[in-house]
């Protein structure tokens, strides 16, 4: 009877720690956060079917547009918003990453559920590992994830970092992006024109080893906007190599390549808008004027101020450069996928050089182009500035130590039982 109880008292022993390893391997980076301000953010999410470019945008509540735009995808295309797009299509989705119980996450999707999903179908499956059918459970107070309602509405939450919108001091927008079994960080690194130390730094990783599943924050390079705290697009931000609508679809931004200067006009959508022009000029949105002289360069532009009160904010400037910019560059377009080209990602365009500045510069004239459960841990050394990321190490090495004991207790008092 004795040898019983030891060996129940041992295997229980075994899996809490089992359990205990389990519960505090992080998963993804949490930012802690204290106030109630929101900054962009993107997922890294992969189609797990053909998926309308419509259907893409209901899963997670964002406009349609604002997802073909954030990948570069031409919107001139007739019905462009009900493109089937191929699965195992990976984009990156725009949302609204808030401070939500003293963390970073966005909670604004919502899902409805169908016959036959699970928990687990719904987090593994539909949303491509973004989330776990654990914070699904406790965002939505589920006691019993054996039962779901047909039509149910359940909170996702998903992953998301601010880091001030910036990395290395300079503009950034966060993307989310889940590893998959072939990625390695050298290699995550290189497709988004970042270095393996600062992918470390933002994820506070004590190794550069990764495992399909992980959840990284990702700094892009972009392009940031100044507009008022009254504004509706306060705080907007386009990566680099993309474009942003905004306005109400009247306003188009773009980013790059080659400058972090946001450029923005009048987006190729736009129907009913409110006036475009800056006042006491001829100049439209985006416009800009430049003459030569003994001085150097004399630049009069038409800028973008955001979207206030329904209202475009169009605002005249002038300055004097050394020398007169060259004609603003677009991020290339891509027209709407139908196929998937493995190890094909809507990635950045290289990191730009920062500008001359020259500000936003344009020729008079454009072409139109399409407007597109876990335990904190250690803060990164050098981490983006003014925060840290407070997720446990991705690869923790002292999590194993219990597993290493308990298998050496184990064994060591299971042996003489079986002699």
């Known amino acids: 009877m004795r040898n019983g109880s030891t060996l129940s008292g041992l ?18 980076t949490i930012e802690p956060c204290s106030n109630s301000d929101s900054c962009n953010a993107m997922v890294g999410y992969t189609l797990y079917t053909d998926l309308k470019v419509s259907e893409v945008a209901t899963l997670f509540q964002v406009d349609p547009i604002a997802i073909l735009t954030a990948n570069a995808i031409d919107i001139s295309y007739p019905d462009v918003e009900n493109h089937i ?25 919502r ?17 491509a590992g973004l989330v776990s059918a654990d914070q699904l459970r406790e965002a939505n107070s589920i006691s019993d994830p054996s039962v779901l309602d047909v039509g149910q509405s359940l909170v996702v939450p998903l992953p998301c970092t601010c880091f001030n919108g910036t990395d290395n001091l300079l503009p950034a927008i966060y993307l989310s992006y889940v590893v998959k079994i072939d990625d ?3 290699g995550i690194a290189a497709r988004y024109s970042t270095t393996i130390t600062d992918l470390m730094n933002v ?17 892009l390079p972009a392009c940031a906007s100044s507009f008022p705290k009254y504004a509706s697009d306060y705080g907007l931000a386009v990566p680099n190599g993309s474009y942003a609508i905004s306005a109400s679809h009247c306003v188009q931004c773009s980013c790059g390549p080659g400058s972090l200067n ?5 987006a190729s959508l736009a129907v009913s808008c409110s006036s475009m022009q800056c006042r006491n000029s001829d100049l439209m949105l985006g416009n800009v004027t430049m003459q030569k002289s003994s001085a150097g360069c004399n630049i009069t532009s038409c800028s973008y101020g955001g979207f206030v009160n329904g209202t475009i904010v169009a605002t005249l400037t002038t300055s004097l450069q050394p020398r007169c910019p060259g004609e603003q560059q677009f991020p290339p377009l891509i027209a709407p996928p139908t196929t998937v080209i493995r190890d ?15 500000g936003t510069t344009v020729p008079g004239t454009t072409s139109v182009v399409p407007s597109t459960g876990s335990l904190p841990g250690f803060a990164p050394a050098n981490g983006p500035t003014g925060s840290a990321s407070d997720a446990s190490s991705l690869v923790n090495p002292l999590a194993s130590f219990p597993v ?16």
């Open 203 to 219: 994820n506070a990783m004590g190794s550069p080893a990764i495992k399909a599943g992980d959840i990284l924050a990702v700094p």
């Open 262 to 266: 946001l450029y923005c006009m009048p």
């Open 404 to 419: 290493v004991i308990a298998l050496y207790l184990f064994f060591k008092l299971m042996a003489p039982s079986f002699l």
């Open 184 to 186: 390695t960080l050298t």
């Open 111 to 127: 899902y409805k559920t169908r016959p036959s999903d699970t928990l687990s179908s719904i987090a593994d499956s539909i949303y």
């Open 11 to 28: 295997f229980c022993l075994f899996f809490l720690v089992l359990s205990y390893v389990v519960v505090v391997r992080s998963k993804s």
């Open 344 to 358: 094909s990602y809507f990635a950045p365009s290289p990191a730009p050089a920062q500008s001359d500045g020259a």
């Open 85 to 109: 797009l191929p699965s195992q299509l990976f984009m990156k989705i725009p949302i609204s990453c808030s401070c939500v119980d003293g963390i970073r996450k966005s909670v604004a999707t």
